[in-house]
C-alpha cells in the first residue's frame, strides 16, 4: 500500500520533540495531486459562495417585499374606493329622492290642487327642497371628486404593479440564468474530482478532508520559495530542516497552519 502511517516515537523520535507524533507516508505523485484537488475544490467552494452571494437574489427578495406591500396598499385604495362609492350611490339617490318630491310638489302646483293655504304649503316647500336639493348636490358633488380621485389612485397603483412585476420577472430570470450558468461551470470543474480522489489514496484524503473542515477549505498548498501557501507565512530554518530532512513520501504539515504542504522544484529546500 502506497500510504501508510509510523509513529516517530517509534521510529526513534526525541522524546519531548514537538514533532512527535504520528506521521501519514505517501508516494510523492498522490500528494502533487492534492494540489489539483485542491484547485478544483477551491473553486467549487468559490462558485458555492458566488450562488449564495448573487446580487440578483436580495434584489428579487426585495421587489418581492416591494411586491407585496403594493398588494396591500392596492386592496386598501380598492376598499377605499368601493366605499365612497357607496357613498356616492346613497348621495345620488338622495338627491334624486328630493328631485322627485319637488317634481309631484310642482305637478300639484301647476295643477292647482287644492285650497290655497295647501297652494301656499306647496310652494313653501319647494324652496325648501330647492335648498335641500342644493345642498345635497353640493355632498354628492365632494363624494363624486372623492371617488374621482380614489379610483384615479387604484389605477395608478395597478400600473405599479404590472411594472413591479415585469421587474420581479426580469430579476428572476437574471438569477436563474446566473444560477445556472454557475452550476454548469461546478459541474465541468468537478468533472474529475472523483478520480483524482481515487487515485491519492483514502488515508491521504481523510486527512485532507479533516483539515479541510476546519481550515477554511484550504487544505494542501504548495511550499513554494520556503514559504507556506496556506498561511503565506515563510518557514523558519528549524522547520525547513526538518522538511528537508524528511523522506519524500512523508506528508508534511506547516507547524503555524497545520495544512499538508506539498514539495516541488520551486520549494527552496
Do not use: F
Request: with cysteine; hydrophobic share 35%; glycine share 8%.
Amino acid at each position: 500500500m502506497d500510504v501508510r502511517r509510523r509513529c516517530e516515537r517509534c521510529a526513534g523520535g526525541p522524546r519531548g520533540s514537538r514533532y512527535r507524533r504520528c506521521v501519514l507516508k505517501a508516494d510523492p505523485s498522490h500528494q502533487w495531486r492534492l494540489l489539483d484537488l485542491q484547485a478544483i475544490d477551491t473553486r467549487l467552494d468559490q462558485i458555492r459562495h458566488a450562488k449564495a452571494t448573487l446580487p440578483q437574489i436580495p434584489a428579487v427578495e426585495a421587489a418581492r417585499r416591494e411586491l407585496g406591500a403594493l398588494e396591500t396598499e392596492i386592496v386598501n385604495a380598492r376598499t377605499a374606493a368601493g366605499d365612497v362609492q357607496r357613498e356616492l350611490t346613497k348621495s345620488d339617490q338622495d338627491v334624486q329622492l328630493v328631485r322627485d318630491r319637488a317634481a309631484r310638489n310642482q305637478a300639484r302646483l301647476d295643477a292647482g290642487q287644492g285650497s290655497a293655504k295647501d297652494l301656499q304649503a306647496l310652494q313653501h316647500e319647494l324652496t325648501s327642497l330647492a335648498r335641500r336639493q342644493a345642498e345635497l348636490e353640493e355632498v354628492e358633488l365632494e363624494v363624486m371628486e372623492r371617488s374621482e380621485s380614489l379610483t384615479a389612485r387604484v389605477s395608478e397603483l395597478e400600473a405599479r404593479r404590472g411594472e413591479l412585476v415585469s421587474r420581479v420577472e426580469s430579476l428572476e430570470s437574471e438569477r436563474d440564468a446566473a444560477l445556472a450558468k454557475l452550476d454548469a461551470e461546478a459541474g465541468t470543474v468537478g468533472a474529475g474530482r472523483a478520480d483524482i480522489v481515487a487515485g491519492v489514496g483514502e488515508d491521504l484524503i481523510a486527512l485532507y478532508e479533516k483539515i479541510r473542515a476546519s481550515s477554511g477549505g484550504m487544505a494542501a498548498a504548495e511550499l513554494r520559495h520556503r514559504r507556506c501557501g496556506g498561511c503565506r507565512l515563510e518557514l523558519g530554518n528549524v522547520d525547513l530542516s526538518r522538511i528537508r530532512n524528511a523522506p519524500e513520501d512523508e506528508v508534511v504539515r506547516c507547524e503555524e497552519c497545520r495544512r499538508i504542504m506539498i514539495r516541488t522544484g520551486e520549494s527552496g529546500l
